[in-house]
């Protein structure tokens, strides 16, 4: 398989960002670059291509009743 250029966005209701998988080559210090994670703490993490359950299992996670999603 051969990746161009992506991105996996999921965000609240209101618009604010839970997280962003992309590989926009613009966080060159980043070991897995040009892949990485956006938080919606405002975070950029390492993190490989994800595949679409890698990405669903994270908004799984995210919409459990015990997960705080303010």
Known sequence: ???????YHYQKQ???????????????????FPYHKHTGEGEILAAQAPDLEK???DIEILTK??????
């Open 65 to 70: 009743p015990d997960h705080a999603t303010s």
């Open 55 to 57: 990405v669903l299992r």
């Open 1 to 7: 398989m051969h990746l161009i250029m992506y991105a």
């Open 14 to 32: 209101d618009g604010g960002l839970m997280f962003r998988y992309d590989n926009t080559a613009h966080h060159m210090i980043i070991n897995t």
